[in-house]
Nanobody, 121 residues
Framework: QVQLVESGGGLVQAGGSLRLSCAAS????????MGWFRQAPGKEREFVAS?????YYADSVKGRFTISRDNAKNTVYLQMNSLKPEDTAVYYC?????????????????WGQGTQVTVSS
């Protein structure tokens, strides 16, 4: 079992920055692909970024968001810069126990409770 707890969400003006953190329990954190997803009201959950040793980003956030991980701290981060109102959503951290990167939320095994990010115009 892996438990994930996100933090760092909040309200920010357009053009601003936020850094999300996701703390994971368990001793095998480094083996997991870690992902960030988001879900806006009335929309499906969508992929944002993932990391194992390499990283992968949705086109909508490429160049603005950076995913990173600290395996010693069992933590994954999402640095979000140049935020836009359309980035407003609940952001979720997730863990995927397979080897191959995936952007499909259904393939992730563990999820956090989510943290709200609101970007005002």
């Amino acid at each position: 079992q892996v438990q994930l707890v996100e933090s760092g969400g909040g309200l920010v003006q357009a053009g601003g920055s936020l850094r999300l953190s996701c703390a994971a329990s368990g001793r095998t954190f480094s083996r997991y692909i870690m992902g960030w997803f988001r879900q806006a009201p009335g929309k499906e959950r969508e992929f944002v970024a993932s990391i194992r040793s390499n990283t992968y980003y949705a086109d909508s956030v490429k160049g603005r968001f950076t995913i990173s991980r600290d395996n010693a701290k069992n933590t994954v981060y999402l640095q979000m810069n140049s935020l836009k109102p359309e980035d407003t959503a609940v952001y979720y951290c997730a863990a995927h126990g397979a080897v191959i990167m995936t952007t499909t939320p259904q393939k992730y095994d563990y999820w956090g409770q989510g943290t709200q990010v609101t970007v005002s115009s």
